[in-house]
């Protein structure tokens, strides 16, 4: 399926999408790049690394959108050894016209980051794909709610459009589901630090922390499996 997006620019130079249907942008307009490094990479994988000492991680990520979360954990995963196993749902994929205007690969000084982006969304949809010996991507045309999987994620990236926008996403229900495919320890990040949100998943047993947030978001949330 797919939506009517235009391009837009951030406050850190970095491109993102805005979706008319929705009046909602897929990432934060004072910076999508410095948003997606401070809310996944530095509260999520480089904290989960750092933490657990361990060199294999699985990776869940709710909506691949414009695939600048999966190009900042590929660029990880190589540069800090870490084995790593994405899986990525988006049922609305973007065409090649979209995603080959965004400018993502020259923010990166290296000349690598364009072939890595652009591989990533080339990548065949609903297999595993080795990207390169660090990193396995998986993307799955479809929707959280009919997601399943037999193995458990050892980390989640919760980057669904906002609860206003859509609130199917952030039910108890949804977040029960979630909980239900991390394994024991697993950490879920996310930019929203909504209350209700925190409640339902302090009481579905996670151990939820209230961190700064990115530029123009006072606070975000990091929430570990007990």
Known sequence: MKRKVELITT?????????PEMNETYHSSHGALTESRHV??????????????INNIRVLEIGFGTGLNALLALRYAFDEDLNTHFTTLEPYPLEEVVYSGLNYASLFSDKLAEQQFLSLHKADWNTEVV??????????????????????FDLVF?????????AELWTYGILEKTVGLMAPSAVLVT????????????????????LPGPPGK????RATRL
């Open 191 to 210: 930019y929203c630090a909504r209350g209700q949100f925190k409640r339902d998943l302090a009481a579905l047993g996670l151990e939820v922390e209230t």
């Open 131 to 152: 990207m390169n010996d660090r990193f396995t991507l998986e993307k799955k045309e479809e929707r959280l709610e009919g997601f399943s999987d037999n193995s458990k």
């Open 158 to 166: 919760f980057d669904a459009f906002a609860p206003s926008k859509q």
């Open 11 to 19: 406050s850190d130079g970095s491109h993102s999408l805005y979706l």
């Open 40 to 53: 996944f990479i530095q509260a999520g994988l480089k904290h989960y690394q750092g933490k657990y000492k």
């Open 218 to 221: 006072k606070e975000m949330v």
